[in-house]
């Protein structure tokens, strides 16, 4: 291609594409894709990050030990946030392939295209963590089913290597320039063929595990939400198949750049949610250990719970007293006195929960009358025991 531009033309007014008719290329304030590859990328790395460092500190704070599985996950993630650190310092191209101009295509940007964005880690993180998983369960045939699937991502994933040497980079007495360029397009083809076996890899990860939940000796709400966690994996078989998606159209299309981008934020996805994927059982104990379990937490919860119950009630048909009733040490003269008389309790703190209701307790006396009704009438009866002083208490 170089060889049809005269020595000498200023590269800078030629288009890299040819636009389709009636279209003038726009090398000012052309459409463009950058402001979703990059927030796209943002995104998911930032959800990457949390789920990472989530998955990393429930392992060494509370398991005290860190696996393989980890391993693979943080190369992973470095793998990832090194692909969108690329992305970012090539933005500029994510537009219309003709909106480009030809001075762009260097030797710059080349070598950053020849990094190979697509890479087995996520998938053998998530299945050596099945391998930790299900160790217990002493089944020969899940761990050859795991073994399998992480060869298969090797076998999948190791070619990318080959082809972009082969075809992406120049070869001995050549240098980066456009036909270089113009030659990787070949490796397409292989792209589209691997876009497909990830599918069926995505689908063979998500269910490995589920036979093997599905036996498990636990309650049912339990089972639903160990399978709640592993169901994260759907979402990289989503990202796969948006990725094999684009494939087709991206072999075929002479606008590289425009459908290159859609390729790339496919991509960003596919690798960040394997990631989050991977560390989705380490994440769920976190947030249970560190944000469900905690006192402020549940002080949140129960203000809301008791906020929306509360909102739904007239609130001036409530008048309660302003004050508990006593507690008196002797049993039966607390319960004659509640019998004799009218009481109210306030039933705040039990058990660590708050409970702002109202109830009425001891039998109500002939005649007694309310001003807006009473809301709920019992008995109540409850022991404390007084260490201190010896004796006990009746409610």
Same mark, same amino acid.
């Given at each position: 291609?170089?060889?049809?531009?005269?020595?000498?033309?200023?590269?800078?007014?030629?288009?890299?594409?040819?636009?389709?008719?009636?279209?003038?290329?726009?090398?000012?304030?052309?459409?463009?894709?950058?402001?979703?590859?990059?927030?796209?990328?943002?995104?998911?790395?930032?959800?990457?990050?949390?789920?990472?460092?989530?998955?990393?500190?429930?392992?060494?704070?509370?398991?005290?030990?860190?696996?393989?599985?980890?391993?693979?996950?943080?190369?992973?993630?470095?793998?990832?946030?090194?692909?969108?650190?690329?992305?970012?310092?090539?933005?500029?191209?994510?537009?219309?392939?003709?909106?480009?101009?030809?001075?762009?295509?260097?030797?710059?940007?080349?070598?950053?295209?020849?990094?190979?964005?697509?890479?087995?880690?996520?998938?053998?993180?998530?299945?050596?963590?099945?391998?930790?998983?299900? @160790?217990? #369960?002493?089944?020969? $045939?899940?761990?050859?089913? *795991?073994?399998?699937?992480?060869? =298969?991502?090797? +076998? %999948?994933?190791?070619?990318?290597?080959?082809?972009?040497?082969?075809?992406?980079?120049?070869?001995?007495?050549?240098?980066?320039?456009?036909?270089?360029?113009?030659?990787?397009?070949?490796?397409?083809?292989?792209?589209?063929?691997?876009?497909?076996?990830?599918?069926?890899?995505?689908?063979?990860?998500?269910?490995?595990?589920?036979?093997?939940?599905?036996?498990?000796?636990?309650?049912?709400?339990?089972?639903?939400?160990?399978?709640?966690?592993?169901?994260?994996?759907?979402?990289?078989?989503?990202?796969?198949?948006?990725?094999?998606?684009?494939?087709?159209?991206?072999?075929?299309?002479?606008?590289?750049?425009?459908?290159?981008?859609?390729?790339? @934020?496919? #991509?960003?996805?596919? $690798?960040?949610?394997?990631? *989050?994927?991977?560390?989705?059982? =380490?994440?769920? +104990? %976190?947030?249970?250990?560190?944000?469900?379990?905690?006192?402020?937490?549940?002080?949140?919860?129960?203000?809301?719970?008791?906020?929306?119950?509360?909102?739904?009630?007239?609130?001036?048909?409530?008048?309660?007293?302003?004050?508990?009733?006593?507690?008196?040490?002797?049993?039966?003269?607390?319960?004659?006195?509640?019998?004799?008389?009218?009481?109210?309790?306030?039933?705040?703190?039990?058990?660590?929960?708050?409970?702002?209701?109202?109830?009425?307790?001891?039998?109500?006396?002939?005649?007694?009358?309310?001003?807006?009704?009473?809301?709920?009438?019992?008995?109540?009866?409850?022991?404390?025991?007084?260490?201190?002083?010896?004796?006990?208490?009746? @409610?």
């Amino acid at each position: 291609m170089s060889a049809q531009i005269p020595p000498g033309t200023d590269l800078s007014t030629i288009p890299a594409g040819i636009p389709p008719l009636g279209v003038t290329p726009n090398f000012v304030d052309p459409p463009s894709l950058a402001h979703v590859v990059l927030g796209v990328n943002i995104t998911f790395m930032i959800l990457a990050t949390l789920a990472v460092t989530g998955r990393l500190i429930t392992n060494v704070t509370k398991k005290r030990v860190t696996g393989l599985d980890d391993s693979f996950c943080f190369l992973a993630f470095v793998g990832a946030v090194g692909y969108s650190a690329l992305v970012f310092h090539t933005i500029k191209f994510n537009r219309h392939q003709w909106d480009i101009p030809l001075s762009w295509f260097d030797a710059s940007y080349f070598k950053k295209s020849c990094f190979t964005q697509r890479h087995s880690l996520q998938k053998v993180s998530i299945l050596l963590l099945y391998s930790r998983i299900f @160790v217990a #369960s002493n089944s020969r $045939n899940m761990i050859y089913l *795991i073994y399998l699937g992480i060869l =298969a991502s090797f +076998c %999948f994933y190791i070619p990318n290597i080959i082809l972009a040497s082969w075809y992406c980079a120049p070869h001995i007495g050549e240098s980066w320039n456009l036909e270089t360029a113009l030659r990787c397009k070949d490796t397409e083809r292989w792209y589209l063929a691997q876009a497909v076996l990830i599918v069926l890899l995505d689908l063979y990860i998500f269910i490995l595990p589920l036979p093997t939940l599905l036996k498990l000796n636990m309650s049912r709400n339990r089972r639903i939400s160990v399978l709640l966690v592993f169901m994260t994996a759907l979402l990289a078989i989503i990202a796969a198949i948006a990725t094999l998606a684009n494939r087709p159209t991206l072999l075929n299309t002479a606008d590289q750049t425009w459908y290159g981008s859609v390729a790339i @934020v496919c #991509s960003s996805v596919e $690798n960040y949610v394997a990631i *989050i994927v991977s560390s989705a059982p =380490a994440l769920s +104990c %976190f947030l249970k250990v560190y944000i469900v379990d905690t006192a402020f937490y549940n002080t949140l919860r129960s203000r809301f719970l008791s906020t929306t119950s509360g909102g739904s009630k007239d609130q001036s048909k409530k008048s309660w007293p302003a004050s508990r009733p006593e507690i008196v040490k002797n049993s039966s003269e607390s319960s004659s006195k509640l019998n004799s008389t009218n009481e109210y309790v306030n039933l705040d703190n039990v058990s660590g929960t708050e409970f702002h209701s109202q109830v009425q307790t001891g039998a109500p006396a002939a005649g007694s009358r309310t001003q807006n009704g009473i809301l709920r009438s019992v008995d109540v009866t409850q022991g404390f025991e007084d260490r201190e002083h010896g004796g006990g208490y009746a @409610v």
